[in-house]
């Protein structure tokens, strides 16, 4: 199994930048699909962002424009950058995995299995 453990949250102000990293360990990461969740409070957990197994990068429209996501080059360390910060943005920012179905990343990046504790971003 993999262990997910992000960091890189922090309080901004509206218009600043943040790049949260979430490290892997146990299991390469290279063998899921990862991605990026968050959750404010009151209100459903909504994603952000995946890079699947074959290495498809995507983004919801809530942050496409204005994010990035990115790796290490040694698939240990999985890093998201959002710029222009919302206070809409403001959530708890979680790292997750999924191990791929028939070589294929199927599921929406809100239901993968594996979640890390995540990280608080707040913007004001």
């Known amino acids: 199994d993999v262990q997910l453990v992000e960091s890189g949250g922090g309080s901004v102000q509206a218009g600043g930048s943040l790049r949260l990293s979430c490290a892997a360990s146990g299991s390469p990461y290279s063998n899921y699909c990862m991605g990026w969740v968050r959750q404010a409070p009151g209100k459903l957990r909504e994603g952000v962002a995946r890079?699947?197994?074959?290495?498809?990068?995507g983004y919801e429209d809530s942050v496409k424009g204005r994010t990035s996501i990115s790796d290490d080059g040694a698939k240990s360390t999985l890093y998201l950058r959002i710029d222009n910060l919302k206070p809409e943005d403001t959530a708890m920012y979680y790292c997750?995995?999924?191990?791929?179905?028939?070589?294929?990343?199927?599921?929406?990046?809100?239901?993968?299995?594996?979640r890390g504790q995540g990280t608080q971003v707040t913007v004001s």
């Open positions: 997750v995995a999924d191990l791929p179905f028939n070589g294929y990343c199927g599921r929406p990046v809100v239901d993968f299995y594996y």
């Open positions: 890079v699947d197994s074959d290495g498809t990068i």
